[in-house]
């Protein structure tokens, strides 16, 4: 008999402090104590990471306003993606900056997935990405750097409504007023060089 495989019980925990705000994710009720306490400790590093990396990158000793907030993107198929965001200001500065990192599980082992985990070995995946990321740009005259843009195998991105979402950090790739550039890729344009048993191949089955 076929058993639906259900989504992960999340709790919201805050970090408070002076003009700190911080919301992150805990998963609670998983069978598998340990993948639950392996994404949690995950999930929390990566908070405090976003937290001082606002130090480092701003320059700066205090913050008059730090928030943290986070977006479940998916969780369903054994597979949770979220992303964590970081929006910082310091006094005096012309406006405030937003991190954001994004995570990606397998909630039965509890391990987490850089990019190039997604994909086949010898895949060329760098390439087939960047290819659909520099189309996305011309279809959306997106106004870029005249660098070339580049794929890393530790490249920022998140799944969503089958779709791998590659994305670059403000002033990556384009100006501050651009935003975060953010580029779904279909599950299905890609689906040739998707590792089956990886967090993209569970989105692939059963359609």
Known sequence: MFQ???????????????????????IIHLQNIT????????????????????????QAGLFQEMLGQYEVKTNERNVLSLSLTNYAYAPY????????????FDVKTGKSYQLHELFKPNSHYQDVLKKIVERQIKERNLDTFDEPI??????????????LVIYFQLYEITPYYVGFPMFPISIYEIQDIIREDGPLGKMLENG
């Open 93 to 104: 500065h012309a406006h405030g900056l937003t991190l954001m990192k994004s995570l990606t």
């Open 150 to 163: 580049t794929i890393s195998s530790k490249q920022d991105f998140y799944l969503a409504d089958k779709a």
């Open 4 to 26: 639906p495989i259900l989504p992960v019980s999340l709790q919201t925990f805050v970090i408070k402090s002076s003009g700190e705000q911080i919301y992150y994710p805990q």
């Open 35 to 58: 993948a639950q306490q392996t994404m949690n400790q995950k999930i929390y590093q990566q908070v405090q990471n976003l937290r001082r990396e606002q130090y480092e990158s701003q």
